[in-house]
């Protein structure tokens, strides 16, 4: 079964300590690994897309890496304004649909200044 | 920026009822889908919508579910006779790309069934 389990389920940083997320995926013939955030009461908001081991991006205090298995979402020297829920996804390995993700259960990141 | 624009936020209905919760996606794009979360748990694909037909839905979509674009701007989701377990927020997305591209979320619809 195409599964997608993410750690910690929650963090709290202080400003300024860096960390890292964890999402790990049992999809064969990865399609595509994709970030996204989420505040309180919103809808995910896109954050990376990666596609094959070994690819990183960055945005701001963010940098998302991919290996065979897993993908992290590293984040430097955060701010409190980083403080919220941060969603893995992957398309499942049948089902050709396009946008049909399989959702980790997020991250919960809270910064405090 | 163009959003993704859902309404009502919040809907309250009673078991049995239908209710339809509406989306304007974003103007240029093809792809329409319903996402759902409830309470506490994973963000659930629910269906997909492109060139105005189903392309492809989970088994949570079943046949008290049903999506329609009436127009060339709304995308609707009905729920013919809703159950307490119905109760979640429920995301419309669009993308312009299809496969392996970002989806643009709105802030969701909160259904209770009471």
């Known amino acids: 079964e195409d599964q997608v389990t993410q750690s910690p389920e929650a963090l709290r940083l202080q400003e300024g300590e860096s960390s890292s997320l964890n999402c790990s995926y049992t999809?064969?013939?990865?399609?595509?690994l994709f970030w996204y955030r989420q505040d309180p009461g919103k809808g995910p908001e896109f954050l990376f897309t990666l596609y094959s081991a070994g690819e990183e991006k960055e945005k701001e205090r963010l940098k998302a890496t991919l290996t065979k298995k897993e993908s992290f979402l590293h984040i430097t020297a955060p701010k409190p304004e980083d403080s919220a829920t941060y969603l893995c996804a992957v398309p499942p390995r049948y089902g050709g649909s396009q946008g049909n993700l399989i959702f980790g259960k997020g991250t919960k990141l809270s910064v405090k200044p | 920026e163009p959003e993704v624009t859902q309404t009502p936020s919040h809907q309250v209905t009673q078991m049995g009822q239908e209710v339809i919760l509406r989306c304007v996606p974003i103007?240029?794009?093809?792809?329409f889908y319903w996402y759902r979360q409830i309470l506490g748990q994973k963000v659930e694909f629910l269906v997909s919508?492109?060139?105005?037909?189903?392309?492809?839905k989970s088994e949570i979509f079943d046949d008290q579910f049903s999506v329609e674009r009436p127009d060339g701007s709304n995308f609707t989701l009905k729920i013919r006779s809703t159950k307490l377990e119905d109760s979640a927020m429920y995301f419309c997305?669009?993308?312009?790309?299809?496969?392996?591209?970002?989806?643009?979320f709105g802030s969701g619809t909160q259904l209770s069934v009471l």
């Open positions: 999809v064969s013939g990865l399609r595509g």
């Open positions: 997305a669009s993308s312009d790309m299809g496969a392996n591209e970002k989806l643009f």
């Open positions: 919508f492109y060139n105005n037909e189903i392309s492809e």
């Open positions: 103007s240029n794009h093809l792809y």
